[in-house]
T-cell receptor, first 118, second 113 residues
Framework: AQKITQTQPGMFVQEKEAVTLDCTYDTSDPSYGLFWYKQPSSGEMIFLIY??????QNATEGRYSLNFQKARKSANLVISASQLGDSAMYFC???????????????FGSGTRLQVQP | EAQVTQNPRYLITVTGKKLTVTCSQNMNHEYMSWYRQDPGLGLRQIYY???????DKGDVPEGYKVSRKEKRNFPLILESPSPNQTSLYFC????????????FGQGTRLTVV
């Protein structure tokens, strides 16, 4: 069954430091996509970064990078030079084929709340 | 501006009173879906639509209905809301290609008393 696990309910980081948010996944689909979304206190969901299962290079978008370790089935988000505005909930998600339902679907982890301290 | 618009943003209602949450996107996306977000559970898909007049159940469809009469609109209908449907609801859309990011609406916080 398709599953996303985020084991860190909450994280603290000092401003300007880097932080890694963990995400592991489980799927039998060889073709899948991994996504990270940010949810600030205002509630909206903001897309951050995408990694395809066949991508050779780790994805990067500005201060965000995805540490993709396929053999370990992990897709950790790295935020460099944290800013106060990075304080938010972060969700890891995977789109892949669900054998149970017979369809491709986006499955979300339970999220990690990041607090950046001045 | 490309966006997904949900209305209302906040709603308090009573058990059993039918309600509709509207969702509209201006990006000509084929694929639209509804999610609910509950603490500790992340987002779970309620219903999705791959195009006009094509809808299907997601992971938690019980108690919900949807329709897709036009490409841009995908309303979520609660015929007889119950307190366990108190949640934060998100509408999302994307193009038809599977591994592309979904664009989310601002969310609708629903309380059923």
């Amino acid at each position: 069954a398709q599953k996303i696990t985020q084991t860190q309910p909450g994280m603290f980081v000092q401003e300007k430091e880097a932080v890694t948010l963990d995400c592991t996944y489980d799927t039998s689909d060889p073709s899948y996509g991994l996504f990270w979304y940010k949810q600030p206190s205002s509630g909206e969901m903001i897309f951050l970064i995408y990694q395809g299962s066949y991508d050779q290079q780790n994805a990067t978008e500005g201060r965000y990078s995805l540490n993709f370790q396929k053999a370990r089935k992990s897709a950790n988000l790295v935020i460099s030079a944290s800013q106060l505005g990075d304080s938010a909930m972060y969700f890891c998600a995977m789109r892949g084929f669900q054998s149970l339902t017979g369809r491709r679907a986006l499955t979300f982890g339970s999220g990690t709340r990041l607090q950046v301290q001045p | 501006e490309a966006q997904v618009t949900q209305n209302p943003r906040y709603l308090i209602t009573v058990t059993g009173k039918k309600l509709t949450v509207t969702c509209s996107q201006n990006m000509n996306h084929e694929y639209m879906s509804w999610y609910r977000q509950d603490p500790g559970l992340g987002l779970r898909q309620i219903y999705y639509s791959m195009n006009v007049e094509v809808t299907d159940k997601g992971d938690v469809p019980e108690g919900y209905k949807v329709s897709r009469k036009e490409k841009r609109n995908f309303p979520l209908i609660l015929e007889s809301p119950s307190p366990n449907q108190t949640s934060l609801y998100f509408c999302a859309s994307r193009i038809g290609t599977p591994n592309t990011e979904a664009f989310f609406g601002q969310g609708t916080r629903l309380t059923v008393v």
